[in-house]
């Protein structure tokens, strides 16, 4: 299953699939330290840090619609508010692999 | 129009600028709060600005409370741009004096008609702001020649009258009427006298300095107010005042009109005790016997009458 909506998002970005590319590569490119910062504040188990990159990631996310890394992400940012870090080492697994997939969609554009 | 964004996230950054431009607006962008603060203290800033919330050093609330704390400028929509949809995020926003808000992920449509809310607002603001420009001009100047009128040449010397008492500071006045001006106006009619008028108001406004004020009293009267003129001073810039309107006659439609003017002049001597009844009376005094003297002359009021 796809984890975002293309139809839905190019529909939203007035169909110009040149567009989306250019998004797209803004929005990969940036991954890599997006995605650090979150491993990195769960590493040494610092919350605020956590709602913080987490909420940047949903952010860049959020343009591609309402897809399954920017609800991860989300989920993160509600761990690092509450501060209960139980879980986000394997939320943060869920996240690689969706943002895995994610890219993948959005480089097959 | 011009807008501002402020978002540190540059892929939210770019899709905004490029559909804001679609729209038709111009877009300046900025990534952090002190950035789009440095901005809006420009000159022609945007006057609608679409902040984040969350951005690194100064967030969009901090910005927002920056900028409602302003005692000058133009009124700046702002629109607050945020993935946080928590319910009191959005009252402490809007206590803040944030205008709007939008959620992220945000649609396009709605952004674009609560933008268009956004701009009724300013642009009701930008024609009040036109309109009450409008009227403080129209307040303040004459009709016809485009000088002060009456009340604002009295208010500027005024204020000239407590600024040369706080300097302790020369102070002149002159009183000018232009000669048998009620002769023009009957042999040529009140157009003719009309063009007479801007033609000598032009002339006089042409020799004084950029910092002295000129200002209509009445029909064919004027006064100046020349701030720092001591006796001397006064009596040369009066007496280059009657060469430009007698050295060459106002040409009309009609024919070319010999003119001139006479002028009553006041330098106070002791600029401590004068007030502003008593200096356009000495002004007054002094443009009378310049009359009785022949016209196309100017007359000084002996300074210890004040």
């Known amino acids: 299953m796809a984890v975002f909506n293309k139809a839905e998002v190019l529909e939203e970005l007035g169909d110009d699939v040149e567009f989306l590319k250019e998004l797209s590569e803004l929005f990969i490119d ?30 860049g996310a959020g343009n591609f619609g309402k897809n399954a890394v920017y609800e991860t992400a989300f989920r993160l940012e509600t761990i690092g508010k509450e501060g209960n870090m139980d879980e986000a080492m394997e939320v943060y697994s869920v996240l690689e692999k969706e943002v895995e997939q994610l890219v993948n969609e959005l480089n097959a554009i | 129009m011009r807008i501002l964004i402020a978002e540190d996230d540059p892929v939210s950054s770019r899709r905004l600028e490029t559909i804001l431009e679609k729209w038709g607006y111009e877009v300046v962008s900025c990534i952090n709060g002190m950035q789009a603060w440095e901005i809006l203290q420009e000159e022609k800033a945007p006057k609608l600005a679409i902040l984040d919330w969350m951005m690194p050093g100064m967030d969009g609330l901090e910005l927002c409370r920056k900028i409602r704390g ?11 741009l945020t993935s946080k949809d928590d319910k009191d995020d959005i009252v402490k926003g809007m206590d803040t004096g944030v205008d709007d ?24 603001q930008t ?21 002060w009128n009456r009340g604002a040449i009295f208010d500027i010397l ?17 009183m000018i009427d ?53 006796n001397h001073v006064v ?25 001139s003017i006479s002028i009553g002049a006041c330098v106070p001597e002791n600029v401590g005790n004068i007030n502003f009844e008593s200096i356009i009376k000495a002004a007054d005094d002094a443009l009378y016997r310049a009359k009785d003297d022949g016209r196309n002359c100017f007359r000084m009021t002996d300074v210890t009458d004040v």
């Open chain 2, 127 to 147: 024609e009040l702001i036109e309109a009450r420009d409008a009227f403080e001009l129209k307040a303040t100047h004459d009709a016809l020649t485009g000088i």
């Open chain 2, 235 to 259: 009596s040369g810039i009066a007496e280059r005042l009657l060469t430009a309107i007698s050295e060459m006659p106002v040409g009309t439609n009609e024919e070319m009109i010999p003119v």
């Open chain 2, 158 to 174: 005024k204020l000239e009258i407590e600024r040369s008492k706080r300097d302790k500071r020369d102070l002149g006045v002159l």
């Open chain 1, 30 to 59: 940036g991954l890599p330290e997006q995605m650090d910062d979150i491993k990195k504040a769960i590493s040494i188990n610092d919350n605020v840090l956590l709602n913080k990159a987490a909420h940047k990631l949903k952010g």
């Open chain 2, 101 to 124: 808000y939008i959620t992220k992920p945000f649609y396009s449509h709605e952004l674009k008609v609560r933008l268009r809310a956004g701009r009724r607002i300013i642009d009701l």
């Open chain 2, 70 to 80: 302003r005692t000058n400028g133009p009124y700046i929509y702002i629109m607050m």
């Open chain 2, 178 to 230: 232009i000669d048998h001006f009620k002769h023009i106006n009957d042999n040529y009619g009140h157009c003719v006298g009309d063009v007479v008028i801007c033609d000598i108001v032009k002339r006089l406004t042409i020799k004084i300095r950029p910092y002295d004020g000129i200002g209509r009293f009445g029909g064919e009267e004027f006064i100046v107010v020349l701030p720092g003129c001591n």
